[in-house]
Every structure is written in C-alpha cells, then in structure tokens.
Nanobody
Framework: QVQLVESGGGLVQPGGSLRLSCAAS????????MTWYRQAPGKERELVAT????????NYADSVKGRFTVSRDNVKNTLYLQMASLKPEDTAVYLC????????WGQGTLVTVSS
C-alpha cells in the first residue's frame, strides 16, 4: 500500500535551516508529482511546494519562495524540502502528498521555529 513517511522536523531558531525528508513506498514514485503542505495550529492546510516527475520543475508558495527548495531522488524514492532563513511563521506540521485517484498523506513532521 502507499506509504509516505516524513522525517527531519524539530526545533530551530529563527534564521536557521532544516531539511525534511519524505520516504515513499508502495507506488511508482518516479511516475507521480509530489507536494509538500503545511498546517499551522488553528490554520488551514497550505500548499508549500510541488515538484514534477523528474524534479526539473518546481513551484512554491509566495511565502516560502527564495527560502525553501524542493527536490526528489527517484532512486531512493524520497522527497526533500530544504528550508532556510526560517521564520516563526513557518512553524507547522509539514506533510508530503501525492495524488493517485485520491490524495495520499504522510503523518507529518513538526517544525517549530522559535528562539
């Protein structure tokens, strides 16, 4: 079955960096676009970044453009999100997602940006 497992979250100071990973299994990873979302406490889920099948095309929310970089390794079946210049408003649970007839979600990894 489809599994998406995020990791790499934690507590980081403002201005710091963090890299998230999403290990995918149970489907042909190289055949599907992948997306990172985030959900902050009390807020709606927000699309952060999306990447195409080969990793050559990526799109970002305006709020993270220039600070976050999405990438993928189709040999390791892993999606990444490199986050830099983190701000307190980046605090959220980050989830990876793919769509195959329906949405599939991981359990999420918590990122807390605080001094």
């Amino acid at each position: 079955q489809v599994q998406l497992v995020e990791s790499g979250g934690g507590l980081v100071q403002p201005g710091g960096s963090l890299r998230l990973s999403c290990a995918a299994s149970g489907f042909p990873f190289e055949s599907y676009a992948m997306t990172w979302y985030r959900q902050a406490p009390g807020k709606e889920r927000e699309l952060v970044a999306t990447i195409d099948l080969t990793g050559s095309v990526a799109n970002y929310a305006d709020s993270v453009k220039g600070r976050f970089t999405v990438s993928r390794d189709n040999v390791k079946n892993t999606l990444y999100l490199q986050m830099a210049s983190l701000k307190p408003e980046d605090t959220a649970v980050y989830l990876c997602n793919t769509y195959m007839k329906r949405n599939y979600w991981g359990q999420g990894t918590l990122v807390t940006v605080s001094s």
